[in-house]
């Protein structure tokens, strides 16, 4: 069974620092792309970062530029978020969700999807 697991989600305080993981079962992640969704209550889901099947292009938000940084590790079959200087508007449920090869921005592109990590900041 085709799987990704997240993992790493939680409670900070704001300028704090979170790092989520993306872990896939049943399937390799050399040929994929993993973007990194999120979306809070009431809004819209949004793209927030995407590394391409071999880690050559990263994408990222306008709003997290800067604080954001994603990474891969195919010997692993994961794929990490790593959040710094987070803010209370970064709070939402965090999804990563696969595609062959290259990013997208649009999230129905994407054909494997994760069951979501909360991401709360808060004081």
């Known amino acids: 069974q085709l799987q990704l697991v997240e993992s790493g989600g939680g409670l900070v305080q704001p300028g704090g620092s979170l790092r989520l993981s993306c872990a896939a079962s049943?399937?390799?992640?050399?040929?994929?792309?993993i973007g990194w969704f999120r979306q809070a209550p009431g809004k819209e889901r949004e793209g927030v970062s995407c590394?391409?099947?071999?880690?050559?292009?990263?994408y990222f938000a306008d709003s997290v530029k800067g604080r954001f940084t994603i990474s891969r590790d195919n010997a692993k079959n994961t794929v990490y978020l790593q959040m710094n200087s987070l803010k209370p508007e970064d709070t939402a449920v965090y999804y990563c969700a696969g595609k062959a090869y290259s990013c997208n921005n649009s999230g129905s592109r994407y054909g494997y999807w994760g069951q979501g990590t909360q991401v709360t900041v808060s004081s």
């Open positions: 049943g399937f390799t992640l050399d040929d994929y792309a």
């Open positions: 590394i391409s099947s071999r880690g050559v292009s990263a």
